[in-house]
Structure formats: C-alpha cells, structure tokens
C-alpha cells in the first residue's frame, strides 16, 4: 500500500531543496567564476558562449520558480536539459564527484529528481497564479 499522507510535503520538500541548488549553482557562476569565466569555460568544452547565459538564467529563473511553487512540471522539465549537460560534461571524469573535475554521479542524481518532481508536481505551499494553470496537472473532479 502506497502512504500518501505526506506526498505534499515531500515534493515541496524536493522542490525547495532542488531550487536552492539552482541558484547556489547559479551564483557560483555569477560571483566566484563571473559570467566572463562561465562563458570561457563553455566555450573551452566546445559549446557555444550564448548557452552559459541560457544556463544562469535557466537555473536562475528555474530556481526561483521551483522554491516558489510556480509551474513546478513544467519547470522541471525544463531544467532537465541542462543537467543532461552537465552529465555530459561530467561523464569522462568517473563516477565519483570528488574527482578532478567532478564525476557525473551529482548530476545524474539532479537529472533523477527533476523527473520526479515533473511527476510529483508542485506539493504543499505552492504558489497558484490563477491566470496560469498547472501544465500537467490532474484536472480536478
């Protein structure tokens, strides 16, 4: 038998988890390697300099949103394509995170989660904007 007492609780607990590493993540980028390092960085591992601003501003906007509650679907499922960049970023340097560079395990896990909370949905205290509903909510009865 499935308890789904606390489900609520525990998306929100997923999603304001998952959104501080956005913007931690995104303000690493910002003020310890500045947006000139980012773009460097993303340009030296062969994509394109306009990606590493897609990316602060995707994990900007996408944190912010996910700790809010707003369109928590549709903004997981946004996020998961830049994971899957970082896995592959991530990929030659080996399983553990603790590795030169970083190993993929981190962002494979993040990639999990945000596929988890597109299912799960927002959860407790999300924040409902009346003009913009759920996508891929269930309707209700």
């Known amino acids: 038998m499935n308890d789904t007492a606390n489900a609520a609780y525990a998306a929100l607990l997923l999603r304001v988890s998952m959104g501080v590493l956005f913007l931690a993540h995104a303000g690493l980028k910002l003020f310890v390697f500045t947006m000139p390092g980012t773009v460097g960085f ?16 995707g994990e900007l906007l996408g944190g912010a949103a996910l700790i809010a509650g707003i369109q928590v679907r549709l903004v997981s499922a946004a996020l998961i ?61």
């Not at 993303?42 to 501003?57: K, M, N």
């Open 42 to 57: 993303f340009e030296s591992i062969g994509y394109p300099a306009f990606v590493a601003y897609l990316v602060v501003g």
């Open 81 to 141: 394509p830049i994971m899957l960049g970082a896995l592959l970023v991530h990929l030659p340097n080996g399983w553990v995170f603790s590795a030169p560079n970083g190993g993929w395990e981190f962002p494979a896990l993040w990639t999990v989660l945000l596929v988890v909370q597109a299912l799960l949905g927002a959860g407790a205290y999300a924040v409902r904007l009346p003009f913009l509903p759920e996508i891929g909510a269930p309707k209700a009865a």
